[in-house]
């Protein structure tokens, strides 16, 4: 079984996930930690429950949900993986980092790009990929073989969706993601989001005010 812990960092209010089963092996996904007290709460956790990360994933690559790349990467000594897609979204990031207030941030580069016939192994444990552009041109996510829940990055929200205005954006493609892929899996899968709380497939298709179905 999975388990899953969430934390909330940066000024942008990200959720970074760490995820792990009883063998102690170990995903983190979408490091936000960005400052000393971040990067300390992330480890605290680690230690705590002898983890052992074996990777770490990105959803995709915006400032938010790379924050802590290089520092997870460089301190737990594993590979960075992300999308093919969405690679020059994470190299855009050091180019306006700085305008965001970030002048510390130290790129991370990527050991392996995903594709969705890729399955991520950790443990006892399994993830699958979601292709859901729309937010990012290269947005993945992630599942188990149980689609009990998934790991959506900025694809669902409660009650809303991601941003759709930034480079690489688009809102049709993003609402077909959400139709396609993530409206395909059992109302019980619970979505945990980039922002915000988790929800589940079957509340967004029902009440949603982006992408309900009619």
Do not use: W
């Not at 930690?33 to 990360?53: N, Q, W």
Request: aromatic share 12%; hydrophobic share 35%.
């Amino acid at each position: 079984m999975i388990e899953i812990e969430r934390f909330t960092f940066n000024p942008f209010m990200e959720n970074t996930y760490v995820l792990y089963d009883q063998t102690k092996e170990a995903v983190i996904i979408d490091p936000g930690c960005y400052d000393p007290r971040e990067h300390k709460e992330l480890l605290d956790f680690v230690v705590e429950k002898t983890l052992k990360v074996k990777y770490i994933l990105n959803t995709h690559g915006h400032i938010d949900h790379v924050l802590g790349n290089y520092f997870a990467k460089t301190h737990f000594g594993v590979d960075l993986l992300i999308g093919k897609e969405d690679l020059q979204t994470l190299k855009s990031v050091e180019v306006y980092a700085a305008n965001y207030g970030f002048q510390g941030y130290q790129a991370a580069e990527p050991d392996q790009l995903l594709d969705t016939t890729d399955v991520i192994k950790f443990g006892n444990s399994s993830l699958n990929l979601l292709f859901v552009p729309g937010h990012a041109p290269g947005h993945i996510a992630f599942y188990p073989t149980d689609k009990s829940f998934i790991i959506g990055g900025d694809v669902l929200f409660q009650g809303s969706i991601g941003r759709t205005d930034l480079p690489g954006g688009d809102f049709d493609t993003l609402i077909n993601s959400i139709h396609t892929e993530f409206f395909k899996f059992p109302d019980s899968t619970v979505v945990h989001p980039g922002h915000g709380e988790a929800t589940t497939i079957g509340e967004e298709k029902v009440s949603n005010p982006f992408c309900a179905l009619k």
